[in-house]
């Protein structure tokens, strides 16, 4: 992926130290950490709750596990590739039992798709129902697998090794989310799975007074008055500003944008918009979904409707689809209802890229 995928921190952990959690809450009692040039040292620092040591990777995964199994202890060897890092810690614990009962226990899915051969021009279609997909780990009696290994033969995982010398190993039910972090997909899948939306909520309201233009959601809207403030005072995009803030924990805009402030007069509440889009971006997150209420008696916002959510949706650059504005009155009661102001409530998700 052009970076060191397993020493990278995901949300303040690392795949390895992922792993590592994964593999003791599983039952491991002591690890043996296969890796090499730099990963070395920062795996020797990792503070690690069972006794371990790290020795060097090989040039190929055979290599490298031919190694680890040489420093290995114990009974049982469970063999964990790393970038498996969201392996149930209950999977970890159902091989080490099969291992210990059947003498190997090997995580494994069905396969669901079709799976055809294409070889030298001739299709075969294969019987999916003897096709499994195979995960780690992939756990034996440490003397046989060990032995299987000390042949010197080449195999892409374990449990080919131990086929060849024992026959079948034993399967052990996998799943989906046992995902190798393979490509960058994989790292956006691992960093979504991490990090469900953030919600965020806003409420607003203006005084409506004679002389002034009236602006919302971006959009002029012909009326015998306007909005009262420091800026254009476009109630609905300051409640979704203030929806976006809290989502990030960023306060709100009247913290961002003082009314005190001269460069904010008469400012349109677009450029403010577009400026928390900044703020969302720079988190290398992106605003997923607007729902927005205007409450106000008149005039009637449906005829523009449409053009204020494509305003929106065009200053946070994300789908027309994904942004909701709706307007209701109050039946001529409140303060909005007597058409002393406008108010407006969003709330907004906001999600990593
Ligand atoms: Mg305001």
């Known amino acids: ?31 043996v950490f296969v890796t090499s040039g730099e990963s070395e040292k920062t795996v020797a620092s990792l503070s690690v709750p069972v006794p371990f040591t790290v020795v060097s990777g090989g040039e ?24 498996r890092c969201f392996v149930d810690p209950a999977i970890v614990k159902a091989s080490i039992e099969s291992a210990e009962k059947y003498g190997s226990g090997v995580v494994a899915i069905p396969v669901t798709d079709t799976v055809v051969k294409l070889e030298d021009g001739a299709f075969e279609t294969l019987d999916r129902n003897t096709l499994f997909r195979m995960q780690t780990p992939q756990t034996f009696r440490l003397e046989k697998i060990r032995a299987a290994y000390e042949k ?60 002034r233009e009236l602006f919302l959601g971006g959009v002029q809207i012909p009326f015998e008055k306007g909005l009262l403030g420091h800026s254009d005072a476009d109630v ?13 924990k960023l306060g709100d805009i009247g913290k961002l944008f003082p009314d005190t402030d001269p460069q904010y007069a008469g400012i349109s509440s677009r450029v403010l918009l577009c400026k928390v889009n900044e703020l969302v971006q720079k988190r290398d997150m992106l605003v997923s979904h607007v729902d927005a209420t205007v409450i106000c008696q ?56």
Request: charged share 25%; with cysteine.
């Open 1 to 31: 992926m052009g970076f060191d995928k397993l020493n990278t921190p995901l949300l303040g952990k690392t795949a390895i130290e992922r792993s590592m959690d994964a593999l003791i809450a599983g039952g491991c009692d002591s690890l």
């Open 60 to 83: 190929q995964r055979t290599d490298s596990v031919r190694n680890g199994l040489k420093a290995a202890s114990g009974e049982i060897a469970v063999i964990h590739d790393a970038a």
């Open 152 to 211: 010197g033969d080449y195999a892409t995982d374990d449990a080919t090794l131990y086929a060849r010398m024992f026959g079948a190993p034993r399967l052990v039910p996998g799943s989906e989310n046992n995902r190798k972090l393979t490509t960058e997909a994989d790292w956006a899948w691992a960093i979504e799975r991490l990090c469900p939306p953030a919600f965020g909520i806003g409420f607003d309201t203006h005084r409506l007074v004679e002389g």
């Open 236 to 248: 609905l995009l300051h409640a979704i500003m203030d929806a976006i803030l809290g989502a990030l």
């Open 298 to 353: 008149r005039p009637k916002l449906a005829p523009f409707r449409e053009a204020i959510e494509r305003t929106i949706a065009e200053d946070l650059a994300i789908p027309f689809d994904a942004v909701s504005v709706k307007a209701t009155t109050t039946e001529g009661m409140n303060d909005e209802g007597r058409g002393l102001c406008i108010s407006a409530q969003a709330i907004v998700s906001v999600r990593h890229k």
